[in-house]
């Protein structure tokens, strides 16, 4: 059976920004994934706040307006930390741990896991911090009673995810694969750390 082109014109609007997207990362990596990382970071505050006006709706307390601001905090932090760590991280972790190692699955998701997941949710709590304009008794106070509880649901709701991510999809598409699934991780931290 002969296929067809279709030309991008002719495409769904869907299929273009994905022609687009693909286009821009080729020619601007880190630019492309900062800026996906951003909005994505943005959005996943964003949802946290409205899932939360809404049981507070349903449970007759107080409807909050949304908080701009917080989002935008969102968006610095994925557009200046998430964006270019997570893409020198997976490149790095190519060059460490190549698929001709027999170990590597098992190498990256220790990583992974151990190493840069405790690492990276440290510097969102201190990133948060200084962006939210607290002092050091408030950073400390945050730390002390919710970073293990956060740590704790990032190694139960990411190893899987990351998984998959690290072994199996190609290195140019990870940051946006794991932006994707932080989507959802930046509401539940957004909800965790109030």
């Not at 190498?107 to 948060?128: G, N, Q, S, T």
Request: charged share 15%.
């Amino acid at each position: 059976m002969p296929v067809q082109s279709v030309l991008a014109r002719d495409a769904s609007p869907h299929f273009r920004l994905l022609q687009q997207y693909l286009i821009l990362l080729k020619k601007y990596p880190i630019l492309t994934k900062s800026v996906t990382s951003g909005i994505l970071s943005a959005l996943g505050n964003l949802l946290s706040q409205i899932l939360e006006a809404r049981k507070n709706a349903r449970n007759g307390g107080p409807v909050t307006e949304i908080d701009t601001a917080g989002a935008a905090r969102y968006a610095i932090y994925g557009l200046f930390i998430t964006g270019p760590l997570s893409h020198y991280f997976y490149q790095l972790m190519e060059v460490w741990m190549p698929t001709t190692d027999h170990y590597c699955i098992v190498k990256r998701l220790l990583l992974d896991r151990l190493i840069f997941a405790p690492a990276f949710l440290l510097l969102f709590y201190f990133v948060m911090n200084i962006l939210e304009a607290k002092g050091r008794e408030d950073f400390v106070k945050k730390m002390r009673r919710s970073y293990w509880t956060a740590l704790k649901m990032n190694w139960k709701v990411w190893t899987p995810f990351q998984f998959i991510n690290v072994n199996f999809v190609p290195v140019q598409f990870r940051v946006l694969f794991a932006n994707m699934i932080a989507l959802f991780w930046y509401a539940y931290l957004a909800s965790v750390r109030k």
